[in-house]
């Protein structure tokens, strides 16, 4: 049998990338720059599989093809927003993502950021980098209690329990859920989390909010400027889940006038523009989208793409199949 035809669009862990070069017909894009939806089109015409990323785009153009050879998108990562699921599914063509590997290191960069922003580190470690410690005393970069005080977690999958697992069970923290389903109670039990109807319920509550649902239209600006203006002018936003679902420039002005405490991002609205606003704020915390990025949960993701590919061309029903 012929080995399909894979197309990978950014470099993977030299691990994963040998183990699907035993199994595939590999292609690698190894320039450091991202292919562009054009380039996705022309590779679906070639390829029997593409493995794109969150840095690509695959809007439903992409798919408006005279022949496509392409039969499934085996995402690497969970979120899938940046796939027209209906453009392919409309075409035939499968696609796939890599869920439960990446929940655990996500969850502890959400917990870097808001350990990191209420307890100024990012200030800190800047100071003294700078030269400008002058030494201990009571009164400096005093930050906010994370342990005990009320996260509110908005999107309760797979990481958004992950976090829970660490806020109430490691640092005592009150679980408050916002969720667009039912959460069962034998679930919320788990972090004694209570769930609320609404994100109007849940912001008022929190010393935390905490981010974890999917991108995409649905969830575009689901954080506004009117509901920065529901959080404590004390309360910490963290968002490591995608960039729009913030209204960055309602965030800036938000931290900049004390709406809220501060935030912690590891997402962005226009990654890797970074909106010129969130630069100077002292009371944000930002990182370059490394919520996956350990070597563990990254060669992790190639391995359960690898897996569904395998599945798919061998027959079988890949476990991760989103379209
Ligand atoms: C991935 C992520 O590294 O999986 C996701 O959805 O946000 C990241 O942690 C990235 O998406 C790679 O595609």
Same mark, same amino acid.
Do not use: Q
């Given at each position: 049998m012929t080995k399909p035809r894979v197309l990978v669009t950014r470099r993977w862990p030299e691990a994963v990338e040998a183990k699907m070069a035993e199994v595939f017909d590999l292609t690698i894009n190894r320039d450091d720059r991202p292919l562009g939806p054009d380039d996705i089109r022309a590779a679906m015409a070639d390829y029997d599989a593409v493995l794109p990323t969150v840095t690509d785009r695959l809007p439903a153009?992409?798919?408006?093809?005279?022949?496509?050879?392409?039969?499934?998108?085996?995402?690497?990562?969970?979120?899938?927003?940046?796939?027209d699921t209906e453009a392919a599914k409309s075409h035939g063509i499968a696609v796939t993502n890599t869920p439960d590997v990446l929940s655990e290191c996500t969850a502890d960069i959400a917990m870097t950021l808001m350990l990191m922003v209420a307890r100024r580190a990012g200030e800190g470690e800047r100071e003294l980098r700078e030269g400008r410690w002058t030494g201990w005393r009571p009164t400096h970069l005093i930050g906010t209690k994370v342990s005990g005080a009320t996260l509110g977690i908005i999107g309760f999958g797979r990481i958004g329990q992950a976090m829970a697992q660490r806020a109430h069970h490691g640092f005592g923290m009150k679980i408050l859920v916002q969720n667009r389903s039912k959460v069962a109670p034998e679930i919320l039990a788990r972090y004694n989390a209570v769930q609320v109807d609404t994100v109007e319920d849940l912001l008022p509550q929190c010393d935390f909010v905490s981010l974890h649902c999917p991108g995409g239209?649905?969830?575009?600006?689901?954080?506004n400027a009117r509901r920065l203006d529901l959080m404590k002018p004390t309360a910490f936003l963290i968002n490591?889940?995608?960039?729009?679902?913030?209204?960055e420039h309602a965030l800036a002005q938000a931290l900049w006038f004390g709406t809220i405490g501060g935030a912690g991002l590891d997402?962005?609205?226009r990654e890797p523009l970074?909106? $010129?606003? /969130?630069?100077? %704020?002292?009371n944000l915390v930002m990182l $370059?989208? /490394?919520?996956? %990025?350990t070597r563990e949960t990254r060669e992790g993701m190639g391995m359960r793409v690898l897996q569904n590919l395998r599945d798919f061309f061998e027959g079988r029903e890949p476990q991760d199949r989103v379209a």
């Open positions: 153009p992409v798919f408006d093809l005279p022949k496509t050879r392409t039969r499934i998108l085996a995402n690497y990562g969970v979120g899938f927003a940046h796939i239209a649905a969830n575009r600006h689901l954080i490591t889940a995608r960039g729009e679902v913030v209204a997402v962005f609205e970074i909106h $010129p606003d /969130l630069k100077d %704020a002292d $370059p989208h /490394l919520g996956s %990025a």
